[in-house]
C-alpha cells in the first residue's frame, strides 16, 4: 500500500436528511491522478467539495468523519480553513472565471494573499499561465476581461488561476464536461503534465475519459464506496460485480 | 397587446408634451440660474435655483445616507444571514416600508421634529427621503446579490479568500452594476417626492447654507406655483416641472452609459 497524500475516514455528510456519502474510507495518493468515477447522483462531486471544506458553503450539511491532509484532520476544530482552501486547488464543473481582467484572475489568489503589484507578480502570472498553457493566447489581451476567452480559454485561466496559490492538491470536478473536444484535450495534457508536481483528483462521469487519465480509481455508487484500486486493476478485473457491471457499461 | 404598448409609450410622450408646452414660456436661462424674486408664491421674476439646489443637495444625502445603510443589509442578507428567520423577516419589513406612503414618512419626520422642538431643514429632509427610499433600495440591491451564482463565491473561497474578500473584491464587483442602478432608483424616487419633504424640509427662497437652513424643493416648487391665480406663476410650475424631468431624464441615461462601463467585467 502507498502512504496516502489525502486520507478519508468514515467520511459521512448529509444534506438536510438525505445521506449523500456513506461511511466512506478511502485513501489518495501523492502526485497521481485519482480519478472518482460513478453515475450522476452518487457523491462524487461532494466528496470533492469535502476535501475542500467548499461543502461548508452548502445550507443544511452535517459531516462526520475524518479528511486527513499529510495527516491532519481538515475538519478539526481551530484548522485554518482559508489555508486548506489554498492546499487544495479546484477546478470547477463549469469555468468560473472572476468578474475582472485575465490578468487579474490570476493575480486574484496571491494577492490575497499578501503579494503586491510589480514584475514579480507579472512574472509569476505569466509562468502560471505557461503551466496552464494558455499564455501565448491571451499575452496580448491580459486587460481584457476573463468573461470574454473562450470557455475552453475561461478553464484554462482557472487552472491558472489555481495554480498561481501554490496548492498540492487539484481537485477537478468534471471540468471538461462544458468544453468542447479539442478543449478537453487541452486540459487533459495539461494535467498530465501536471501529476509530477500535485496530488490530483478527477471526478467524472465520462469512462473513456478515466482510463486515459487515471492511474487510480476510486467508483462510488448511491454514496458509497464499491470499489478502489490502481486503474489497471480497476478497468480490467473489476472485484465488485458493481464495478464489473458499470465498467462494461450495463448502466451509467 | 399593442393598445397596452400605446398606453405605456403615449402616456409618457403626452405628459412630456404637456408639461413642455405649458412650461415654454417660462422657461429660460435666468429660470435655472436664479433665485426666485418678489416670493415663490407670488413672484413673476427669477428662477427656480433655490429648488434645484435643495432638490439635489436633498436627493444627493437622502442617497448617500440610504445607500450606507442599504449596502451592507443587501451583502448581509445574502452572505451572513441566508435563509434564516431574521432574514426573511427583514425582506418582508423592507416590503412593508417600501408600501408605506411618502406622507406617512414625512409626518412620522414631524412627529420627531416637533418632540425635539428642531424647525423643518435640509438635515430632517435627507434623513425622511433616506428612510423613504431606503426599502427601495435595499430590495433591489437584494435582489442584485442574490443573482451573484453560487460558483463565483466558490472561485473566491476556494483560493483560500475569506468571507470579507470575497464580500469586497468579488461579490461587489459582480454587483457593481446592479448596484448603480439601485442607487440612481432611489435617487429619482427620491428628487421626484413631494409629500414626504412638505412637512420636514420647509421651503425658501434662498439656497441653504447648512444643514439646519429649510430648503426649497423641485416638487413643491411645482405645487406651490402651480395653486397660484397667477397664469404667469402657474406657467413657471411648469418650468419647474420641466427642470426635474430633464434632472430624472438625465440621470437615466447617465446610469444606463455607466452600467454598460461596469457590465463589461461581469460575468454572465
Known sequence: ???????????????ESHHVLKNVTVGIPRKKITVVIGPSGCGKTTLLKSMNRLIDLIDGVKVSGKVLVDGVNIFEDGVDITDVRRRMGLIAQKPNPLPMSVYDNVAYGPRIHGAKNGKDLNQTVERCLRAAGLWDEVKGRLKEPASKLSVGQQQRLCLARALIVKPEVLLCDEPTSALDPMSVQHIEKQLLGLKEDYT?????????QAKRLADYVIFLYLGELVECGSAETIFSQPRNPRTKAYIEGLFS | MAFSMLVVIG??????????????????????TQTPRGGYYLGKEGGILNAIV????????ATALAFVISLPVALYLEE?????????????????LGGVPSIVYGAFGFTFMLYLGVRASLLWGIITVALLVLPIMTRAMDEVVRAIPLELREASYALGATKLETVLKVMSRQALPGILTAVLLAFGRGIGDSASVLLVAGYTDYIPHSLFD???????AVFFQIGTPFPKVQERAY????????????????????TKKFMKYVVK
Open chain 1, 1 to 15: 500500500m502507498f502512504e496516502p497524500h489525502i486520507s478519508i475516514q468514515e467520511l459521512n455528510v448529509f444534506y
Open chain 1, 200 to 208: 490530483i483528483v478527477f471526478v467524472t462521469h465520462i469512462l473513456r
Open chain 2, 11 to 32: 402616456s409618457l410622450l403626452v405628459m412630456v408634451a404637456v408639461v413642455v408646452f405649458k412650461g415654454a414660456p417660462a422657461l429660460s436661462i435666468s429660470m435655472i
Open chain 2, 54 to 61: 435643495g432638490s439635489l443637495c436633498l436627493a444627493g444625502g
Open chain 2, 80 to 96: 451572513y444571514a441566508g435563509k434564516s428567520k431574521l432574514a426573511s423577516f427583514t425582506r418582508l419589513s423592507l416590503d412593508v
Open chain 2, 214 to 220: 429649510p430648503v426649497a424643493t423641485l416638487p413643491l
Open chain 2, 239 to 258: 418650468a419647474s416641472a420641466v427642470v426635474l424631468l430633464g434632472i430624472v431624464l438625465s440621470l437615466s441615461v447617465a446610469s444606463r452609459l455607466l
